[in-house]
């Protein structure tokens, strides 16, 4: 692969991580309503998500998305359904008064696994990540393509995924947000309720008009 294809891959990516959606909203709530480092674990599991289906998009899984509807449905309402449960904890957590989980020592006693299992989860029942990738990877990815060339590719969309939110974690942490946020933890907690049930309903929506 030449680097200026390279670039090209690596460019759309980082717009890719960019766009708004439920993945910003869990990493801002793992930020906010527990630690920097909540939203660190969060973040790079988010990336491990996104690096895992990459390969498995360039092994044919985003292939049998497109060809086996029944497969891409059933991964989209299990998608749906957590993106619910997550509407539920935060919902929960704004009635509960949304705050800081930090014992007498000053360490986060906050669940770094819980972040981690739900950054994880919110990119792999997403089966619209592994078409972006189909739609990306077949402009660059030719049938004799070596593996060497594709784990670079999925290498590069993990990584540039996992700095884009490890900066956002950083930036909602900062002690100049920080203040504000924490004041406002419990609408921001009802907030990014309401969002996963409104992106929860377009999905299902999505799959019963399909």
Known sequence: MSF??????????????????PSLAVVLRYSVGHSRQAG??????HALGIGFYAVITMTGLGILFQTV???HNAVSI???LYLIWLAIKAWRGAKAGAKFDVDSAGKVSGSILQAARDGFMIAFLNP???LFFLALFSQFVSPEFEWGGKFLLAFTAAVIDGAWYCLV??????GAVLPWLRDHAAWIERIIAVLFVLVALRVLCGVVAA
Request: one cysteine or more; hydrophobic letters at 60%.
């Open 169 to 174: 974690a950083v930036g909602l942490s900062h």
């Open 69 to 71: 509807p029944v497969f």
């Open 4 to 21: 200026a294809a390279w670039l090209s891959v690596a460019t759309i990516c980082v717009l890719g991580a960019m766009t708004p959606g």
């Open 128 to 130: 619209k990540i592994a």
């Open 78 to 80: 299990l998608g749906a």
């Open 40 to 45: 660190f674990s969060c973040a790079l599991a």
